[in-house]
Each structure stands twice: as structure tokens, then as C-alpha cells.
């Protein structure tokens, strides 16, 4: 009998221990995997024109997700789309790093409420310090310190950049070592607040220079483009927007509902952000926000961030792409135009960052002008973090 009892518990010890190495190994990476995916239909080439052109520039990417994988961002991974090797080699100067805390279970871009969280399987599952596990805040902390871990640890050629000095200084770096590579941190919504403005400057303190007010669910601050009310700004959300002009933190209304944005654009002369996004008259998708919005951010001196994704420009192809990016450079003035790739976003691309070139290569194809090129690959976004980062 006691036999039989050994084999048994002997079994169940075996079973819990595969279980755990299916919660926090295989399925953390075939998550990431299964979920932010390169689609290439055939191997990427570029004609050496492009590739030499395309190396002397200094790209820059308005939004990539990587903080949210378990992915060893100094190393070379072949999942996924972003990590600082892949980054150097794509020639991005500059990267935005969005903190995603909390998203909705079965998400879409017409309608989803705040009550399901998807995170906290992951944060569990990729062992993410427990204070993680049930509040979004700690999240946005914890994505910031891992990248500031990866400045500490890189030897100086990886910057998280605070303010218009260290962005000066890391590119001035970066005439002479091309490995230099500047972070700049998001947040992908305002929930991380927890609906207390005095945690703004806790993530200020802890390196976010940009923040999105909503992702995919309304919040404290309002409603977001794929909610449920569709709402302006909160009493709350007017108190956030004024606090973050005062504090010279940028605002990024990607997955903001039309009257948030309006409402912004009401409430200050601040140049905002769209991160990651289509052009709603190039390709009519829900999560595109209407054309005379965008063009009152641009004439405002924003910056409109193009994704790499089909739903925003229904052609993820890099021709489809660039076919977006010269459509909203001609429509709304080529230097308010940006990449917003949302690289590990959940998201299918064709190519990663380190075949940047092959989007270079189709805008050249188009006809745009190699100094347009420039601006739309990187330029247009160093010039706006130069002038918006804080002093
Ligand atoms: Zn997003």
C-alpha cells in the first residue's frame, strides 16, 4: 500500500513540476512567439543602394511592446520583433519603449470593457516580482527598471534618454558608434496611475517621458477608441492633461475615443503624439481616427507615428506601408510623419527591425525624395524629442 502511495505522490511531484515548466517557460515564449510575428513571404533583400542609403541613416520608432516579453532584450532573439541588437542593426537611433499593464480578454477595436486583465496571467507566468501581480502601477515601474537594467549593464552604447541633454549627448555619441541606441519610456494608457494623480510623479521618477492616455478600455481619464462610453475627458482626465504639460510630459492619444483627442487638442497648444496608427482615409479601420483630427494635430506640430500592421494600413506589406507613410506626408505635411511600428505589440509584420531597410528601400521606390526619407525614417522623431523632452 505504501508502495502504491510513493508511485502516486511521486507522479503528482512529476506533474506539478511539469506544469511549472509549462506556466513560467514554454508558454510564456510560445505566447510570444504565436503572438508577435514576422510573416515573410520570401527572405527579405534590398538592392545595395537602399542598404548603403539606408545605413547612414538614423532611424527612430514612435512604439514598440518589448518591455512586455520575457525576451533578453541584449540579446539577439530569433522571436518577436524588437530587441537592441535587432535595433542597432535596423539603424534605429531611437526607440520608444511603451509599458503595456493591463489589456482585455478577447480584444478588439470595437468595443471592450475594463474588467478582464490579461497581464496578470503574464506577469505570473513570466515571473514578474509580485508586487506586479495585482497593481498596474508596479507594472510601469518594473517595465522602466528593466530597461533602465539594460543601460546599467550595456557600457554605455544603450541610453535611456530623460531629457533633451541625454538625447544630445547619445546621438553625438552615435557620429562615431553607430551601437549607440537611445530608449525613450511610454506608457500604453494612463491606468497606471490607478486613477491618483500624485503617481505621476512616481512615474516620472521612475523614467516615463511619454504617456499614452488609454489603451484599449475607458479609464479614470475618459474613453478610449475601442470602449464602450466613447466619452471625452473625466473631471480626473482634464487634471491628468494639465498635470503632464506642467511636468513636460508628452502625450501620445493613440487608442484615445475621437472626443478625448478633441478635447485635448481644446485644452492645450502642447504638439501630441499619435504613436502607433494608420490614416483613416487611406485605410477605413476603426482603429484610425478621423482625417481632420489628425490634420489638427499636425498643424499643431504633432507627430503621427505609422504602423506596420494590416488593420491600420490594410497592406502590411513594406510597399503598403510606404504607401500610407508618403499618402499622410503629402496630406499632412511630410514633417509630422514618423514610424510607429508597434513591434511586439501583438501583431503580424513582415519584416523586424533589423530589415528596416527594406522600408527605406520601398519609400525610395515611391518616389519620395531621399531628404523626405530621411525625416519620415527617423529624423522627423529626433527632431520632436530634441524640442519636448524635458530640459
Ligand atoms: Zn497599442
Not at 491606468?191 to 479614470?220: C, S, T, V, W
Not at 473625466?234 to 472626443?259: C, W, Y
Request: net charge negative; glycine share 8%; charged share 25%.
Amino acid at each position: 500500500m505504501s508502495g502504491l502511495l510513493k508511485v502516486v505522490g511521486g507522479l503528482a511531484v512529476l506533474l506539478l513540476v511539469l506544469a511549472a515548466l509549462a506556466l513560467f517557460w514554454y508558454l510564456p515564449v510560445k505566447a510570444d512567439r504565436d503572438m508577435n510575428v514576422v510573416k515573410r513571404d520570401a527572405p527579405i533583400s534590398v538592392s545595395e543602394k537602399a542598404a548603403k542609403f539606408h545605413d547612414d541613416l538614423r532611424g527612430a520608432d514612435l512604439h514598440s511592446d518589448m518591455l512586455l516579453w520575457m525576451r533578453d532584450p541584449s540579446k539577439r532573439h530569433s522571436r518577436g520583433h524588437t530587441d537592441l541588437p535587432r535595433l542597432r542593426e535596423g539603424r534605429v537611433a531611437v526607440q520608444v519603449f511603451a509599458s503595456v499593464t493591463k489589456t482585455p480578454a478577447g480584444q478588439n477595436y470595437e468595443e471592450n470593457t475594463a474588467e478582464s486583465d490579461q497581464i496578470t496571467l503574464l506577469a505570473i507566468a513570466q515571473r514578474w516580482p509580485i508586487r506586479t501581480w495585482d497593481s498596474i502601477y508596479e507594472r510601469a515601474r518594473y517595465h522602466a527598471e528593466r530597461l533602465f537594467a539594460e543601460e546599467a549593464e550595456s557600457d554605455g552604447n544603450f541610453v535611456v534618454a530623460l531629457t533633451k541633454r541625454d538625447l544630445a549627448d547619445a546621438l553625438a555619441k552615435r557620429e562615431t558608434d553607430k551601437s549607440v541606441l537611445v530608449g525613450i519610456l511610454a506608457t500604453e494608457g494612463s491606468h497606471p496611475l490607478e486613477g491618483d494623480i500624485d503617481k505621476l510623479q512616481g512615474l516620472y521618477d521612475a523614467g516615463y517621458r511619454m504617456i499614452g492616455l488609454h489603451h484599449f478600455f475607458d479609464n479614470e481619464l475618459g474613453g478610449s477608441l475601442h470602449g464602450v462610453s466613447g466619452e471625452g475627458l473625466t473631471p480626473f482626465g482634464r487634471e491628468v492633461v494639465l498635470k503632464l504639460v506642467e511636468m513636460d510630459i508628452m502625450i501620445d492619444v493613440a487608442h484615445s475615443s475621437h472626443q478625448v483627442v478633441r478635447d485635448v487638442l481644446e485644452m492645450t497648444d502642447e504638439p501630441l503624439v499619435v504613436s502607433h496608427t494608420g490614416i483613416y482615409s487611406a485605410c477605413n479601420s476603426t482603429r484610425n481616427i478621423p482625417d481632420d483630427l489628425m490634420a489638427e494635430i499636425a498643424a499643431r506640430g504633432g507627430l503621427i507615428g505609422i504602423g506596420f500592421w494590416a488593420d491600420v494600413t490594410c497592406n502590411d506589406a513594406p510597399v503598403g506601408i510606404a504607401n500610407v507613410i508618403k499618402y499622410a506626408a503629402d496630406k499632412f505635411g511630410v514633417e509630422h510623419i514618423a514610424l510607429g511600428s508597434d513591434y511586439d505589440g501583438t501583431v503580424t509584420t513582415t519584416f523586424d527591425a533589423s530589415e528596416l531597410s527594406v522600408l527605406t528601400e520601398a519609400l525610395l521606390e515611391k518616389g519620395m525624395s531621399e531628404e523626405d526619407v530621411r525625416l519620415v525614417m527617423g529624423e522627423n522623431a529626433i527632431r520632436f524629442f530634441s524640442e519636448n523632452l524635458p530640459d
